[in-house]
């Protein structure tokens, strides 16, 4: 079987998934979800939120205790039945790398097709085009003990790829893996995407992670379903505080917003509920008209990157300044002591007050 570009031939959709292991609450609950074809989802969220019982269930390790899973027509599992993990045509690659030490580079890539009955020049040709996506010819004859991590783990993405699989699972493929060798294997990972064809479903704790590779983003948590969308969409405007906690470095406040305010907020309105929530801030543009005590409290997310020095703005106390490269990662205390996370082209240091327009805002 040739590694080159394959169709997409159907969606992977997952069906009111539950499942317990016995106690407590259920480690999937009611997850309802449908991955596009030849799409790339990644399941994102904390650990123990069930991302990766959710993975396993999709690769047939474990049976649903409610709900199904279906790949087009066909049903992988349900309550009652569940297809084989080999007869599901997916391809996993585990943290772990999971190769066989005593095998060449070349014999741990082709052994799904030795499993196949594949052999001879047919073997080789699908092993050979594997090691060179993921720029490892070179290094077919060495054992796994004699590469680097980040070796390994394309030796491990390789392996997947001969098989021409339908569904590619990813279990936290990079966390062994440094800094440096994390980006070198996002791009291949999307290289290996875009040349397959194959829908691939990412498990991840790692935002940045998610938001740089998938197509698709599914943030969990306690095993629920919390939002899917696309990662621009997902980071502008999330649902909820736990979606807003989790991606980006935002600041989720809370702050009194009348029942008609707008999920996206700007400054006029910003400045107003910021002035609302101490006397430090009331002389700076109070809430009008409206007692305090009868406007709602909201949760409003700012991302740093919206709160910028500025004369005309309200005046906040800097608690941090970090040195981050290529700005200062600020940390300021609102009148009312909530923390507001802000960007800066200059230092400022802890004590030092200074003034700031919050231009932009996110109703959770």
Known sequence: MSPGRRAAVAQLILNH???HFGGGRPAVSDVSLTVREGGFLALLGPSGCGKTTVLRMIAGFEQPSDGSID????RLSDASRALPPERRNMAMVFQSYALWPHMTVAENVGYPLK?????????????GEALALVKLTDYADRRPAALSGGQRQRV???RCLVTSPDVVLLDEPLANLDQHLRKSMEET???FHERSGATMIYVTHD?????ALATDVAVMSEGRLMQMASPAEIYARPEGAVVGGLIGRGSVLRL???EGAPRALEWPALRTALGGIGEAGASNGAIRDVPIRDVPIRDVLVRPEHVRRDGEGMAFRVIACVFEGERFALTLALPDGQMLKADG???LMPGETGRFVVGRGWRL
């Open 256 to 258: 009194p917003l009348s």
């Open 17 to 19: 998934l539950t499942k």
């Open 189 to 191: 990972f999307r290289i």
């Open 345 to 347: 082209d200059s230092a």
């Open 71 to 74: 790949f087009g027509e066909r």
């Open 207 to 211: 935002q940045a992670e998610a938001m």
């Open 115 to 127: 499993v196949r009955g594949i052999s001879g020049e047919a073997w080789r040709r699908s092993v």
């Open 156 to 158: 491990a993405l390789a």
